[in-house]
């Protein structure tokens, strides 16, 4: 998807919403689409990667998360995309994981509100996944935010990672081998 499609796809997702809404449905966009939307480093995504900030994600299905759902499904019928075009897989990653960030509205479509983080929580989000596929985006972030140094990166992991987690998944690994790959002090 590149970025004209997503916004209309977004917005046939807030007309969608609407029909079983009173209120905005609020989610927080992270990922390649939030990716090529803010930082514009890519030219498509495979799909829109949401945090849900109205109701659970869909792992403690609630019926607000069945309706967003059931609107999702509706827009991928008609576009012939994949139930999963948008989806909320990675935000059962962030559930726990360190405190949620401030976020700031990005646009608004019909009853849906999009939300962004900001850069250092996509950054700290990158490196607790450690994906070969996310060094694009993470030598983007690191260009945009104007980190040089290991510590500085260490500090970004602090400040949305708990230690605890960083521990369990040995993020001083990652940021150690990314440190040396991109030549950071």
Not at 9 to 22: I, M, N, V
């Amino acid at each position: 998807m590149e970025r004209q499609e997503i916004e209309q796809l977004l917005q046939e997702l807030g007309d969608e919403l609407a029909k079983t809404f009173k209120q905005p449905v609020r989610v927080m966009v992270i990922g390649g689409a939030f990716m090529l939307l803010t930082l514009q480093n890519r030219e498509a995504t495979q799909d829109i990667d949401v945090f849900p900030l109205s109701f659970p994600v869909s792992t403690t299905p609630s019926k607000e998360t069945k309706r967003f759902g059931t609107a999702v499904r509706a827009v991928a019928r008609r576009h012939q995309l994949r139930r999963d075009w948008t989806n909320d897989a990675a935000a059962t990653m962030l559930g726990g994981l360190g405190p949620e960030p401030t976020v700031e509205l990005w646009g608004r479509f019909g009853m849906l509100e999009i939300y962004f983080p900001p850069l250092d929580f996509i950054l700290a989000m990158k490196l607790f996944a450690d994906r070969d596929k996310d060094l694009t985006d993470i030598e983007a972030l690191l260009q945009a935010l104007g980190i040089t140094t290991r510590e500085e990166l260490q500090a970004i992991a602090d400040k949305y990672v708990y230690p605890r987690w960083q521990a369990e998944y040995r993020m001083h690994i990652t940021i150690d081998r990314l440190s040396r790959l991109k030549k950071l002090l």
